[in-house]
């Protein structure tokens, strides 16, 4: 059984410590742990009252998530059995919060009598990331102490509330910084002569909003603007709205109840906590020993003062490193230096920071305009446009200058990194740190290793990005690395269907009702279309097929929000993309002109030909082994590129779907269009085994043929 529940005695109160590292779940050892301890607390005359605290640096962090879609073991207490025992214990009973009392933990300590909290303490119900809602009482307790409004917010958005600020709103009743037993000790001592409070007799937040829709509606609007097709947030709401109008807390208990197992079974469930999981596994590199050595990084440098670089910085800031910024150029990074500051000041101003939290960020970042300024920085990431002969020189530049054991990272979306690492004397410390834009904004990380990587260099930039507070994830030194090459397959696919009838507001909005953030014409329209139509013209090549409507928007100035035209219209000043008839004789004629009939095309046909091609991309990749598991991809996808998160991912996707239909779909599309169709082998061997996507084969386990070519990924690039 994992987990349990210590038992000690300190000046006549039972000190429950729960001992499940390296978070304290509520698994099964850690229930029937804290049922033993209560017992003998209750049964000990000389005990006064009860502290339940956590072992190390979690109080806990709610119910154990890998249990969910298990079957149940009927010989061990439920949370609400466990909950039940502490809510109604008669000796006073003290929540000694000590870390993150997340989820079930929080929910654990709103049925104590108490609560007192570390200052380093937080508290939360992120259920909903899961695709579950907190469904051990904390949707009928929260709203009871800090009124239905407040408690919304946190169970819809899942933020963690610090200690000081769950002070404030009344969760917590003291904080210290002084030691959580001994002053929960001394806080129960202060109130022995007190009545019992519990959380579930107080009524009165609810009764002030009682018959007042408002609430909810205020809740449904939050809902429908951060939880986009999520199925758990609408149940949260209706299970606050139990909380407001059910003859008792009894009947608002069995609400949750109802509504938390449609949750707990809906598909939703299971790709949200998938995502969990492959988070925390992306960030494991399979072949890198877990007791690596991560080096300080104390000090970083960026290069160049552009977009990115000034993202970049500012994770850093944000991060509490300090950072310097060169540019070569003074009005650049003058420039630079500016956006970053409007940038914190829309954050002061949007009251995400305060004007200290200001000064302080803006007092990690400097600049200069000389390389011997970053001469001792123990992390160098070059950020500037997309050039190879230009990266190579200031590697080799860096190289000269900057300490030996700093590590040189290039952010670039594809550029080789061998060929980077191959100009310094130090390949081992070159790897690749692709954010994604705006950087200080979007969790995705692709880690790039290139040949010489070394394990100490991988493991520190995983630990860096977990500091950046980012999403890490490796990818192997191949064209396009992991998620624009994928990205490839899926905007081939969207101009394909453009070229054979589908307009793009069709193709967009099938894609967005099937839950991406954007679809890929307004994507297009937002990256630019003139970026590739220029690369086109100087190096001369003619565009794919595919690009030729692209190309002839560009011919007539329609190059995306940029110029307010392209696929779409967009009035002066506004992001909102209007459909764009006009350009629809264009798009018929280049059809016509290259031998395309175009005709009615269903938005199934849409969703399946995009995120298919997605799919089958994302196989050649794992069996490629360039990523290290089918997981990785999913959350590549999550973070950097739109995906819903409640379909878990496009690989996730295909499990769900069975890889069975997936192989039969792609085989459909691939008599009209085989070349493009061409099936990864792992979705013809898993769809015959009943299989799903998991782990990348190992490089000994890779044959021979599926060792990674990178020419024919290459000339996609
Ligand atoms: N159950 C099982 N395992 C958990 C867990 C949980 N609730 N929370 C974390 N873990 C595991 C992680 O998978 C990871 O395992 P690994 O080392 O094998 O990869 C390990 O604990 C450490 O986790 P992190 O890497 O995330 O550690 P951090 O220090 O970065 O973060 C944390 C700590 C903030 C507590 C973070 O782990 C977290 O947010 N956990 C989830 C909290 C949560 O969602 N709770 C609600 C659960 S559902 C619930 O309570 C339902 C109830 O209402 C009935």
């Given at each position: 059984m994992k987990g349990q529940c210590l038992y000690s005695v300190k000046d006549g109160f039972a000190i429950l410590e729960v001992d499940n590292p390296p978070v304290n779940p509520l698994s099964e050892g850690v229930r029937v742990g804290i049922v033993d301890c209560l017992e003998k607390a209750q049964a000990d005359s000389n005990i006064h009252?009860?502290?339940?605290?956590?072992?190390?640096r979690s109080f806990i962090a709610g119910a154990d998530i890998s249990e969910f879609g298990k079957p149940p073991n009927e010989e061990i207490p439920t949370i609400h059995a466990v909950l039940e025992k502490l809510e109604s214990s008669e000796k006073p009973v003290v929540a000694a919060i000590n870390g993150s009392a997340l989820g079930g933990g929080l929910e654990t300590a709103l049925c104590c009598n108490y609560r007192v909290s570390s200052s380093k303490g937080f508290v939360g119900l992120?259920?909903?990331?899961?695709?579950?809602?907190?469904?051990?009482?904390?949707?009928?307790?929260?709203p009871r102490i800090i009124g239905p409004s407040e408690a919304l917010k946190m169970m819809l958005t899942g933020k963690h509330v610090p200690a000081k600020k769950a002070e404030e709103m009344g969760i917590i009743d003291k904080i210290t910084d002084a030691d959580v037993i001994e002053e929960s000790i001394k806080f129960l001592h202060d109130k022995k002569n007190d009545p019992l409070p519990k959380?579930?007799?107080?009524?009165?937040?609810?009764?002030?909003?009682?018959?007042?829709?408002?609430v909810i509606v205020e809740a449904r609007a939050l809902a429908a603007k951060i939880r986009k097709g999520q199925f758990a947030p609408n149940k949260i709401i209706q299970c606050v709205d139990a909380a407001i109008n059910a003859d008792s807390f009894d009947e608002g208990m069995k609400k949750e109840q109802e509504f938390f197992i449609e949750c707990l079974l809906n598909p939703q469930r299971e790709a949200m906590i998938h995502i969990f999981f492959s988070e925390r596994a992306a960030s494991k590199i399979q072949d890198v020993p877990k007791e690596t050595e991560i080096m300080p990084i104390k000090?970083?440098?960026?290069?160049?003062?552009?977009?990115?670089?000034?993202?970049?910085?500012?994770?850093?800031?944000?991060?509490?490193?300090?950072?310097?910024?060169?540019?070569?150029?003074?009005?650049?990074?003058?420039?630079?230096?500016?956006?970053?500051?409007?940038?914190?000041?829309?954050?002061?101003?949007?009251?995400?920071?305060?004007?200290?939290?200001?000064?302080?960020?803006?007092?990690?970042?400097?600049?200069?305009?000389?390389?011997?300024?970053?001469?001792?920085?123990?992390?160098?990431?070059?950020?500037?446009?997309?050039?190879?002969?230009?990266?190579?020189?200031?590697?080799?530049?860096?190289?000269?200058v900057v300490k030996k054991d700093a590590i040189l990272a290039s952010n670039t979306s594809g550029l080789d990194i061998d060929a980077l690492a191959k100009v310094t004397n130090r390949p081992e410390m070159v790897v690749g740190t692709h954010f994604f834009s705006p950087a200080n904004i979007m969790r995705l990380l692709e880690v790039v290793r290139a040949e010489k990587t070394s394990d100490q260099v991988?493991?520190?930039?995983?630990?860096?990005?977990?500091?950046?507070?980012?999403?890490?994830?490796?990818?192997?030194?191949?064209?396009?690395?992991?998620?624009n090459r994928m990205l490839f397959g899926y905007t081939t696919q969207a101009n394909k269907?453009?070229?054979?009838?589908?307009?793009?507001?069709?193709?967009?909005?099938?894609?967005?009702?099937?839950?991406?953030?954007?679809?890929?014409?307004?994507?297009?329209?937002?990256?630019?279309?003139?970026?590739?139509?220029?690369?086109?013209?100087?190096?001369?090549?003619?565009?794919?097929?595919?690009?030729?409507?692209?190309?002839?928007?560009?011919?007539?100035?329609?190059?995306?929000?940029?110029?307010?035209?392209?696929?779409y219209n967009y009035k002066e000043g506004s992001r909102a993309p209007h459909p764009a008839p006009e350009n629809e004789k264009l798009y018929e004629k280049v059809s016509e002109d290259n031998g395309y009939k175009r005709r009615e095309i269903s938005d199934t046909e849409i969703v399946d030909r995009c995120i298919l091609a997605l799919v089958n991309e994302g196989a050649k990749i794992l069996q490629e082994g360039v990523s290290?598991?089918?997981?990785?991809?999913?959350?590549?996808?999550?973070?950097?590129?739109?995906?819903?998160?409640?379909?878990?991912?496009?690989?996730?996707?295909?499990?769900?779907?069975?890889?069975?239909?997936?192989?039969?779909?792609?085989?459909?599309?691939?008599?009209?269009?085989?070349?493009?169709?061409?099936?990864?082998?792992?979705?013809?061997?898993?769809?015959?085994?009943?299989?799903?996507?998991?782990?990348?084969?190992?490089?000994?386990?890779?044959?021979?043929?599926?060792?990674?070519?990178?020419?024919?990924?290459?000339?996609?690039?």
């Open positions: 009252g009860i502290i339940l605290t956590g072992k190390g992120p259920e909903v990331n899961l695709g579950l809602l907190p469904g051990a009482g904390g949707t009928q307790r929260l959380v579930r007799d107080l009524n009165s937040k609810l009764n002030d909003v009682s018959g007042d829709e408002k000090k970083a440098a960026i290069i160049g003062s552009g977009t990115m670089g000034g993202g970049i910085a500012m994770c850093f800031a944000n991060a509490g490193i300090p950072v310097h910024i060169i540019d070569q150029d003074e009005n650049n990074l003058e420039r630079g230096v500016a956006v970053i500051k409007d940038n914190y000041d829309f954050m002061m101003n949007k009251g995400r920071i305060d004007e200290n939290q200001k000064d302080a960020v803006m007092g990690l970042i400097t600049s200069g305009l000389e390389y011997d300024e970053i001469a001792d920085a123990d992390i160098v990431i070059e950020a500037v446009y997309e050039n190879l002969d230009l990266k190579k020189e200031i590697f080799k530049k860096l190289d000269e991988l493991a520190t930039i995983m630990s860096v990005g977990k500091k950046l507070k980012k999403a890490p994830v490796v990818s192997l030194n191949a064209p396009g690395f992991i998620g269907l453009l070229l054979e009838g589908a307009l793009p507001h069709q193709i967009d909005s099938a894609l967005e009702n099937f839950g991406m953030s954007m679809g890929p014409f307004r994507m297009m329209d937002l990256v630019g279309l003139d970026l590739g139509w220029r690369a086109r013209k100087l190096s001369k090549t003619n565009p794919p097929v595919t690009a030729l409507i692209n190309d002839a928007l560009c011919e007539q100035d329609r190059f995306g929000q940029k110029t307010n035209k392209g696929f290290q598991r089918s997981g990785d991809m999913d959350v590549v996808y999550i973070n950097g590129y739109g995906f819903p998160i409640w379909r878990g991912g496009p690989m996730q996707y295909a499990n769900m779907e069975g890889l069975e239909k997936v192989s039969n779909k792609i085989d459909e599309f691939a008599k009209n269009d085989p070349d493009f169709w061409s099936k990864a082998e792992i979705i013809e061997q898993l769809s015959k085994e009943n299989g799903r996507f998991g782990e990348a084969p190992t490089k000994e386990e890779r044959k021979e043929k599926l060792s990674f070519n990178q020419t024919s990924v290459a000339k996609n690039f």
